[in-house]
């Protein structure tokens, strides 16, 4: 079956700090990959995505790039904000069926 | 342009107890997905409906069923409670023509006692 591998968190980090969570995949098929963002007391929130090979998915500062000779797509920010103190989950959906990984707290201080 | 609501928020249940969460979707959105989260977990892909009809199921037993309605809101159904469906459950809306972006509700809270 299809998997995703997160990065463990929680991630701690200065503020104007470079991000990267890793995030690896299993699937069949051609699978498309997001990142999702869940902020204190609010829903999933769609962060980026990218839907073939080579894609680059970017929003907000945060970009991830579709790697299928590696099966990954980390996301990177290269200057984090405490505003950007989140839940990261990393997602694929192939043949209708979406899964998560477990998620990677950040959390960036002053 | 309204996003996705649930109800109710929070709810608590005992074992054994059948529960009925609802989920209205983005305006004109016609496909309505639902997941659980467990405490600290990502999301469990539940089922996704389509035009009233079930149009994909992950790994849940048949006692966690749903509806869709023609306004394209929904329900989820979850009989014969156990301690272990204590969790956020999330319901996500999307167009069929662009399935891949879903939008998300706040989810409910359901707690088994």
């Known amino acids: 079956g299809n998997s995703v591998t997160q990065m463990e968190g929680p991630v701690t980090l200065s503020e104007e700090a470079f991000l990267t969570i890793n995030c690896t995949y299993t699937a069949t098929g051609y699978p498309s990959l997001f990142w999702y963002v869940q902020y204190p007391g609010e829903g999933l929130q769609l962060l980026l995505k990218a839907t073939k090979a080579d894609d680059k998915g970017s929003n907000k500062g945060f970009e991830a790039t579709y790697r299928k000779e590696t099966t990954s797509f980390h996301l990177e920010k290269g200057s984090v904000q405490v505003s950007d103190s989140a839940v990261y989950f990393c997602?694929?959906?192939?043949?209708?069926?979406?899964?998560f990984g477990t998620g990677t707290k950040l959390q960036v201080i002053p | 342009e309204t996003g996705v609501t649930q109800s109710p928020t929070h709810l608590i249940k005992t074992r054994g107890q059948q529960v009925t969460l609802r989920c209205s979707s983005q305006s004109g959105h016609n496909t309505v997905s639902w997941y659980q989260q467990a405490l600290g977990q990502g999301p469990q892909f539940i089922f996704q409906y389509y035009r009233e009809e079930e149009n994909g199921r992950g790994n849940f037993p048949p006692r966690f069923s749903g509806l869709q309605f023609p306004n394209y809101s929904s329900e989820l159904n979850v009989n014969a409670l156990e301690l272990d469906d204590s969790a956020l459950y999330l319901c996500?809306?999307?167009?069929?023509?662009?399935?891949?972006?879903?939008?998300f509700g706040p989810g409910t809270r359901l707690l088994v006692l």
């Open positions: 996500a809306s999307s167009l069929r023509a662009d399935q891949e972006t879903q939008y």
């Open positions: 997602a694929l959906t192939s043949y209708q069926k979406v899964t």
